[in-house]
């Protein structure tokens, strides 16, 4: 069964480090760009920061230079290193997978899939 399981949020003062984990698992063809979203109460869902499965980074202007997202493909893990952290970092951290999966006959799906998320509060 495919699973993708977020870790590392909980509660951490301003200008403290998290590092959060997200990690592939089942029946998974090929593992594509992997990404980490966010959304805070009252909030849309907004892109924090993906990374594609050549190594290509891309950033919301709001963590550069604070947060760093990383792979490690033979663990199908994708991280996100989160630095400085400020109260408005405080949200649901969510990670998503472009992934394809077997259909059989020989054939793939390949859509995106979320992981359930991790709270990430930022306070004093």
């Known amino acids: 069964q495919l699973q993708l399981v977020e870790s590392g949020g909980g509660l951490v003062q301003p200008g403290g480090s998290l590092r959060l984990s997200c990690a592939a698992s089942?029946?998974?063809?090929?593992?594509?760009?992997m990404g980490w979203y966010r959304q805070a109460p009252g909030m849309q869902r907004e892109l924090v920061a993906s990374i594609t499965d050549g190594g290509t980074t891309n950033y919301a202007d709001s963590v550069k230079g604070r947060f760093t997202i990383s792979r490690d493909n033979a663990q199908n893990t994708a991280y996100l290193q989160m630095d400085s952290l400020k109260p408005e970092d405080t949200a649901v951290y969510y990670c998503?997978?472009?992934?394809?999966?077997?259909?059989?006959?020989?054939?793939?799906?390949?859509?995106?899939?979320w992981g359930q998320g991790t709270q990430v509060t930022v306070s004093s």
């Open positions: 998503k997978a472009d992934l394809s999966t077997p259909v059989g006959g020989g054939y793939y799906s390949r859509y995106d899939y």
């Open positions: 089942g029946s998974i063809f090929r593992l594509y760009a």
